[in-house]
């Protein structure tokens, strides 16, 4: 994963070879992709949760479980990853997350054909800091967006192209991330109005 060239797309690689398997745990697929590898894990549960995987009821709250333990730990400079037993054991069908991968090969493709390394200073520490605590808040109300479809999608979507831009060191989608949060969060606002 270090060559930066197509690095979304080996992501994918790695997704369909691990569904192959059959039923698949958060588990298998942490250890599958390595124990070092907190973005490359927040990226791939943020594109499980953006696909059609994410109509099975629950897998947003499972998927903000999982990035929120993952941003955590990165904030506070673990080396390697730690999940519960209670996420680590939650099965994902292996045929829902190869039709997941293959859905996203196209757009993946595209995006894989654009990034590249640039304002690099906002991907690192300490600016990659203030990304990450705002990732930790968003998991705090991506159960809740359960509730309203679509906004769940969204959030799992700033997420991905957060992890995306850290793995590419692209700081200009992080720049385009910052935008879309802006956006997420005039929806919510709109929604609230509306429903309250």
Do not use: N
Not at 60 to 67: F, I, P, S
């Amino acid at each position: 994963m270090d060559d930066r060239k197509d690095v979304l797309s080996a992501v994918l690689d790695q997704l369909d070879e691990i569904g192959a398997t059959g039923t698949v745990s958060i588990g298998a697929v942490a250890e599958a992709i390595g124990a070092r590898s907190f973005a490359t894990l927040m990226l791939i549960f943020a594109l499980i949760a953006v696909s059609p995987a994410s109509i099975v009821p629950g897998v947003t709250t499972v998927v903000a479980l999982v990035e929120f333990l993952l941003v955590a730990q990165m904030i506070a400079g673990r080396r390697h990853i730690w999940l519960p037993d209670l996420l680590s054991d939650r099965e994902i069908p292996g045929e829902r997350l190869r039709s997941a991968v293959l859905w996203l090969r196209r757009p993946i493709a595209v995006v894989d054909q654009i990034l590249q390394p640039r304002l690099s200073f906002l991907t690192e520490k300490p600016c990659l800091y203030i990304w990450l605590f705002l990732i930790l808040a968003l998991t705090l109300v991506m159960p809740f967006m359960e509730l309203v479809p679509g906004t769940g999608t969204v959030a799992s979507g700033l997420i991905a192209l957060v992890a995306a831009a850290v793995l590419t060191r692209d700081g200009a989608l992080l720049i385009l991330a910052g935008l879309c949060l802006g956006a997420l969060v005039w929806m919510v606002r709109l929604l609230g109005e509306a429903l309250f």
